[in-house]
């Protein structure tokens, strides 16, 4: 898996608690990322780093933060979560193959994280 | 909203087989790309074609890409009971990643 692991692998948690999930990398990639999968929608992005303390919001960033204040570690919080953030979620890196924030690499997926909101 | 839609959502082939899946996309990109993920597993990346590329092999992979028709295939031959799995094609334009819902592929023995 390229050398990227995510914690907790699952995790059931109540609606309104906070919940922090972790990507780390091995590779020293500068590009990395967190999505959500869920029936029906494929991979959807919810925000994206493209170096140390340097984050972008994706496709549905509501309701998400996200810090890297080191080169392998990506954070991912839910700062209250909600029933409808119920999902897999996904870590992924890629390498320097782009300009500022952009990377134009192939991307690699972490195992997982398999989140319950009840 | 998705930007890769993969076509069929399903498809059943048995072992020795070719199967191919086509994934169609609104929006100009920089690259597609493909992906496998096995059931409870990561997304493995299988193949990368550039904007400017038409076609690219790898192994038993074959992927073309049509940019006048947005539109991409992937191309399994000889295919395997292990290539069971949902590929996803995913359209990348300055970073927004846009994944399709999959086709699940499954190969019979």
């Known amino acids: 898996d390229a050398g990227i692991t995510q914690s907790p692998r699952h995790k059931v948690t109540e609606t309104g608690t906070p919940v922090t999930l972790r990507c780390h990398q091995t590779e020293n990639h500068r590009y990395m990322y967190w999505y959500r999968q869920d029936p029906g929608h494929g991979l959807r992005l919810i925000h994206y780093?493209?170096?140390?303390?340097?984050?972008d919001k994706g496709e549905v960033s509501d309701g998400y933060s996200v810090s890297r204040s080191k080169t392998e570690d990506f954070l991912l919080t839910l700062e209250s979560a909600t029933s409808s953030q119920t999902s897999v979620y996904f870590c992924a890196i890629s390498g320097g193959q782009g300009l500022g924030t952009v990377s134009t690499d192939t991307q690699y997926f972490g195992p997982g994280t398999r989140l319950t909101v009840l | 909203s998705q930007q890769g839609e993969e076509d069929p959502q399903a498809l059943s082939i048995q072992e020795g087989e070719n199967a191919t899946m086509n994934c169609s996309y609104k929006t100009s990109i920089n690259n597609l790309q493909w992906y496998r993920q096995n059931s409870g597993r990561g997304l493995v990346h299988l193949i990368l074609i550039r904007s400017n590329e038409r076609e690219k092999h790898s192994g038993r992979l074959r992927v073309t890409l049509d940019t006048s028709k947005k539109s991409s295939s992937l191309l399994i031959t000889a295919s395997r009971a292990a290539d069971t799995a949902s590929y996803f094609c995913a359209t990348d334009n300055n970073n927004d990643m846009r994944f399709g819902a999959g086709t699940r592929l499954t190969v019979k023995p």
């Open positions: 780093s493209y170096g140390v303390k340097d984050t």
